[in-house]
C-alpha cells in the first residue's frame, strides 16, 4: 500500500519538477526577450521623454518669457509703478515663476515682487546680469541657485533691460523653482541612476532631476552629449560611465529657441532591477503555482487512492453481505428444517424409551426388547441422516482435485450399485457424446450420478411397460453438459420448486430428502448449473452442465491413487 | 361419548407412540390412522366421509412435517371440504410435531380448526390436556 502512494507520489513530483523546470526556462526567456523589448522599448521612451522635456522646458520658459517681457514693457514704460501695476493684474502663476526681480544697471535690486530689497546687496557677479551687460543676446536662463530667501534651487529667466539709448539698464529676471523643470522625470520613479538633465548652452546643467555626483551648475563639457549635438540637435546614444560604470541610454534634445539642451538618461541597471524584481516574482509565482499543484495532486492522488479503497472495501463488503446472505438464507433453510427431520427422531426415540421404563416395570420385557431394537434403528438412521447433512455443509467447501475422468465408467459402476438387488431394473441407454479427455473431480461427478440415477431408478411408474433411464452427454466450448432421463411417474408443477430443498420428499421413496440438495451444492461448488425438466405423469430429465479443461495430466491432484 | 380419533403422521413410530397412549384413556373411542395427508382426506372427508353424532367432535392428531402434502397443506384443504359439507360439524385438530419453532406455532394459532398444539413425543402430560379441553368445553 505504502509503495504505491510512494510511486505515484514520486512520478508526480517528477512531474511537477519538469513542469517547474519548463516554467521557469520559458519566464526566463520570456522575461529575457521581454528584457530586450523592454531595452528596445526604453530606447524609445528616452527618446519620448527627452521630446516631453523640450516641450515642457519650452512651455515654461515661453510662460516666463512672455510675463518677462510684458513686465519688461510696463517698467520701461512706467517705471516701478508700471510694474507693480502689470503684476497687480497679471498675477504670475505661482508654480513656474515665484517672483519678479528687476537689477538696474549697476547690479542694484531694485524691485522684488514678493521679497523686501536687503540694502547693500549686489547682483553684479550673477552669471545672469554678466552675461546680459557682456553680451547682446536676449535670453539668459541663469545656473540654479539656493534661493537667499525660498531655500530651494532656482533659476532665473532674465531678459535685459536695454535703455532708450541704448545702454546697459539692467535685467528683469523671472525667479523660478528647478523642481517643476524635471518634477514629471521624478514621478517616474525609475532609480537615482537614470536622470532628466537641462543644461545650457554653456555646458553648465540648470536643472537635474537628481544630482548625486552632479552638482547644480555643474560643467559636464567631458560629456559625449557634445560630441553627439555636432552630428544632430536630437539623438540617442548608450554610454558605459567610466565613473559608475552604469550604461545609460542617452536621448537628447535642443530646446528650440532657447540656449538650453534637454538629456534624458535611462540606466540599464535600473532596468534589470525591474527585470530581476519581475523574473524574481515569476519565479515566485511559478513556484508557487507548483506547491500548490503538487499539493493538489499529492491530495488527488490521495483521494482518488482512498477511493480506489473506499470502492474495494464497498466491494467487498457487498460480496461479503451477498455471501452472509446465501449462508443466512441456508442456514435458516436449515433451522427450518432441522426442528423437523433431525429432531423428529429423538423425539420417537424418547417416546419408545419411556414405554420402555414403564414396561420393564409392568415386566413387559419382550414389548420392551422390541422398542430397544426400533430405538436403535431410529438412531442409526439419524445418525446416517445427520452425516448426509454434514456431507451437504461440506460440499460448499471441498477442494477435489481434477484428474481425466471416463464418464462412462462412473455411469456403469453407479448402475452396477443400484439396480444389483433388482428383479427388472430399468434398461440404461447412453448417449456419451461429450469431447474426451474430459477432466474434472471424480469422486464429485460419481456422488452426482449416484443421486440422479437412484432417484430415476426409485420413481417408476408402474403403469408403463418398459422402465427406461437414459444418460446424454455433450460439450460446449468448455461447458459439460450430462442429462439424467427417466419415464417414470414425473414431479408435479407444485413439487418443482423446492425438490432441492434440504430434507424436500416427495413422498416415502424420496429417503431423507437430502440427495438433490447435496447434488446442487456440488454443482454449485463447480461454478455450474442444474435444472429439472418433468411433469407428473411425463418422466423427469435432470441437466447439470459444469465448466471443464480439455487437456492431458493432471493438475493439483498429488499422483497417489 | 366417546371421541374418535384420526392420526395423521407418516412415522409409523409416532403413530405408535399415540396409538399406545391413547388406548390408556377412556375418553377416546376409535383410534384410526392415516400415513399422508392425501390419504386422511380420501379415507375420511371424501365418499364416505366420517359421520359422528351432532356433539360428537372428531379429534385430529395431525404431523406438520410430512411429504407432498404437509399438515398445514392437509389442514386448508381439510377446511375447504367442510365448507362443502363434508364431514362432522366438529372438527378439532391438535398439530403434533416434534417443532417447537415459531413459526410453526405462529400458524397453527392462525388456524381456527387448530385448537393445539403437542410437542413430540406424545405423554401422560398431553393427554391430560386433551382430556381437560374436552371436559371444558
Known amino acids: 500500500m505504502q509503495k504505491f502512494f510512494t510511486h505515484r507520489t514520486a512520478l508526480l513530483a517528477g512531474i511537477s519538477c519538469l513542469i517547474s523546470v519548463i516554467i521557469s526556462i520559458a519566464s526566463y526567456r520570456t522575461v529575457g526577450v521581454d528584457y530586450q523589448n523592454r531595452l528596445d522599448e526604453n ?43 502689470y503684476m497687480d493684474t497679471v498675477s504670475p502663476n505661482r508654480s513656474i515663476i515665484s517672483h519678479i526681480t528687476i537689477i538696474d544697471g549697476s547690479g542694484r535690486p531694485v524691485f522684488n515682487s514678493v521679497h523686501e530689497i536687503k540694502p547693500g546687496v549686489r547682483a553684479n557677479d550673477r552669471d545672469y546680469f554678466i552675461f546680459h551687460r557682456d553680451n547682446e543676446g536676449d535670453v539668459y536662463l541663469s545656473l540654479p541657485q539656493v534661493g537667499r530667501n525660498s531655500g530651494l534651487l532656482t533659476v532665473r529667466y532674465a531678459r535685459r533691460i536695454t535703455n532708450p539709448d541704448g545702454s546697459f539698464g539692467g535685467v528683469i529676471f523671472a525667479a523660478m523653482e528647478t523642481e517643476p523643470f524635471t518634477g514629471f522625470f521624478a514621478a517616474l520613479n525609475l ?70 539642451i534637454v538629456a534624458i ?40 487512492y482512498v477511493a480506489a479503497a473506499l470502492r474495494r472495501e464497498i466491494g467487498q463488503r457487498r460480496r461479503s453481505e451477498a455471501e452472509l446472505e446465501a449462508v443466512n438464507t441456508d442456514l435458516t433453510q436449515f433451522a427450518n428444517s432441522a426442528s423437523h427431520d433431525l429432531k423428529a427422531p429423538l423425539a420417537s426415540i424418547a417416546g419408545l ?13 419382550d414389548v420392551a426388547r422390541g422398542n430397544l431394537v426400533k430405538a436403535i434403528d431410529i438412531c442409526r438412521r439419524s445418525a446416517v441422516k445427520v452425516e448426509n447433512v454434514l456431507k451437504i455443509a461440506r460440499a460448499a467447501r471441498d477442494v477435489i482435485p481434477r484428474e481425466i475422468v471416463n464418464l462412462e465408467l462412473i455411469v456403469n459402476e453407479v448402475w452396477v450399485d443400484m439396480t444389483s438387488g433388482m428383479e427388472q431394473p430399468p434398461e440404461l441407454v447412453l448417449h456419451l457424446h461429450h469431447d474426451e479427455p474430459l477432466k474434472g473431480e471424480r469422486p464429485t461427478l460419481k456422488v452426482i450420478l449416484e443421486n440422479l440415477i437412484s432417484n430415476a431408478v426409485r420413481f417408476q411408474d408402474p403403469g408403463k411397460a418398459d422402465h427406461f433411464v437414459e444418460i446424454n452427454s455433450r460439450s460446449e466450448e468448455n461447458i459439460l453438459h450430462v442429462s439424467v432421463k427417466d419415464n417414470g411417474i414425473g414431479i408435479p408443477d407444485s413439487a418443482k420448486d423446492s425438490i432441492f430443498d434440504l430434507f424436500s420428499r416427495i413422498d416415502e ?24 425438466d418433468s411433469s407428473a405423469g411425463r418422466g423427469t430429465t435432470f441437466t447439470f452442465s459444469i465448466p471443464v479443461t480439455q487437456g492431458a495430466g493432471d493438475e493439483n491432484s498429488d499422483n497417489r491413487r | 361419548m366417546k371421541i374418535p380419533i384420526i392420526v395423521v403422521d407418516d412415522d409409523s413410530t409416532d403413530r405408535y407412540i399415540v396409538r399406545r397412549r391413547l388406548s390408556r384413556s377412556a375418553v377416546f373411542g376409535e383410534i384410526l390412522e392415516a400415513s399422508t395427508g392425501a390419504e386422511f382426506l380420501t379415507e375420511y372427508f371424501d365418499e364416505a366421509p366420517i359421520e359422528t353424532s351432532a356433539d360428537t367432535p372428531l379429534l385430529v392428531l395431525m404431523d406438520i412435517n410430512m ?68 371436559s371444558a368445553s
Not at chain 1, 62 to 76: F, G, H, K, M, P
Not at chain 1, 360 to 365: K, Q, V
Not at chain 1, 509 to 531: C, F, P, Y
Request: charged share 30%; aromatic share 10%.
Open chain 1, 43 to 85: 530606447a524609445a521612451r528616452a527618446k519620448e521623454l527627452a521630446s516631453y522635456f523640450a516641450s515642457e522646458t519650452v512651455g515654461i520658459l515661453q510662460y516666463a518669457d512672455t510675463y518677462v517681457q510684458s513686465a519688461r514693457r510696463e517698467y520701461l514704460r512706467s517705471g516701478l509703478d508700471g510694474v507693480r501695476g
Open chain 1, 191 to 260: 532609480g537615482p541612476a537614470s536622470s532628466a538633465t537641462l543644461v545650457g548652452n554653456d555646458r553648465k546643467i540648470r536643472a537635474r532631476s537628481s544630482y548625486g555626483r552632479l552638482g547644480p551648475g555643474q560643467d559636464i563639457s567631458g560629456s559625449r552629449l557634445w560630441q553627439e549635438l555636432e552630428t544632430s540637435p536630437k539623438g540617442l546614444y548608450l554610454q558605459t560611465s567610466v565613473v559608475d560604470g552604469i550604461t545609460r541610454y542617452y536621448a537628447y534634445e535642443r530646446v528650440e529657441g532657447y540656449p538650453l
Open chain 1, 265 to 304: 538618461g535611462l540606466a540599464l541597471n535600473d532596468l534589470e532591477e525591474q527585470a530581476r524584481g519581475f523574473r524574481l516574482s515569476i519565479y515566485a509565482i511559478a513556484g508557487l503555482s507548483i506547491i500548490i499543484v503538487a499539493a493538489l495532486a499529492l491530495f488527488a492522488i490521495r483521494d482518488g
Open chain 1, 353 to 365: 424409551l419411556k414405554f420402555c421404563v414403564e414396561d420393564i416395570d409392568s415386566g413387559e420385557t
Open chain 1, 509 to 532: 421413496r424420496s429417503g431423507d430428502g437430502l440427495g438433490l440438495s447435496l447434488v446442487r451444492k456440488h454443482v454449485e461448488r463447480m461454478n455450474g448449473s442444474i435444472n429439472v
Open chain 2, 67 to 134: 411429504p407432498r402434502m404437509n399438515g398445514f397443506e392437509t389442514i386448508a384443504e381439510l377446511d375447504r371440504r367442510r365448507s362443502d359439507g363434508k364431514g362432522p360439524k366438529k372438527v378439532d385438530v391438535f398439530m403434533y410435531s416434534s417443532s417447537e419453532s415459531e413459526e410453526d406455532q405462529f400458524r397453527a394459532d392462525s388456524m381456527p380448526l387448530v385448537k393445539g398444539y403437542i410437542v413430540k413425543p406424545f405423554d401422560e402430560e398431553d393427554i391430560s390436556r386433551i382430556e381437560h379441553y374436552y
